[in-house]
């Protein structure tokens, strides 16, 4: 049966679909802030009115890479302090997060936002993801292409 009324539907799977519809509305950005996560929230009222326990669900129930306190999704992941976008496969997570719950299950969220869990299983969730120094390092890669390491290192020695 599909949930229809908005009182039971969970604060967690509230979060991830006011996350998913940002993602979709604004295809281009990385993350959010936490209120404009809110602001979504409150656009959508999903369950009528924001919710006491969305913001223990924002900064730390649902955010993969932080330790769970109690809460153990992994809907989020934490990007700077204060903004998350939706987790993907192969993002890092908080060891005690293992076999959590990523994106809510069909049968818990009103049918008329299965079409999120359709996109963010066919499109989102098969993104690419990659180490962040990892990134930054191939982006900046041609500065030390001509660059001899062994050079460079007793060049810095010489002053010593």
């Not at 006491?52 to 700077?80: D, I």
């Not at 969730?125 to 990659?130: F, I, K, L, S």
């Not at 390491?149 to 010489?158: F, G, I, N, Q, T």
């Amino acid at each position: 049966m599909t949930v229809e009324s908005p009182a039971v539907i969970r604060v967690a799977d509230e979060v991830w679909i006011a996350m998913a519809l940002l993602h979709r509305e604004h295809p281009d950005a990385v993350d959010f802030s936490l209120p404009q996560i809110e602001a979504r929230l409150r656009r959508e009222a999903i369950a009528g009115v924001v919710r006491k326990g969305v913001y223990p669900h924002l900064s730390a129930h649902c955010v993969a890479n932080r330790p769970p306190s109690p809460g153990r999704y992994r809907m989020l992941v934490e990007t700077a302090p204060s903004r998350r976008r939706l987790f993907r496969p192969g993002d890092a997570f908080h060891p005690d997060r293992d076999g959590a719950k990523t994106h809510p299950r069909r049968d818990d969220i009103p049918r008329k936002y299965h079409g999120l869990l359709d996109w963010y299983e066919r499109d989102y969730a098969r993104q690419e993801t990659e180490d962040p120094l990892l990134a930054v390092a191939r982006h900046y890669r041609s500065l030390w292409k001509d660059t001899d390491p062994d050079a460079y290192v007793r060049s810095l020695r010489e002053d010593w």
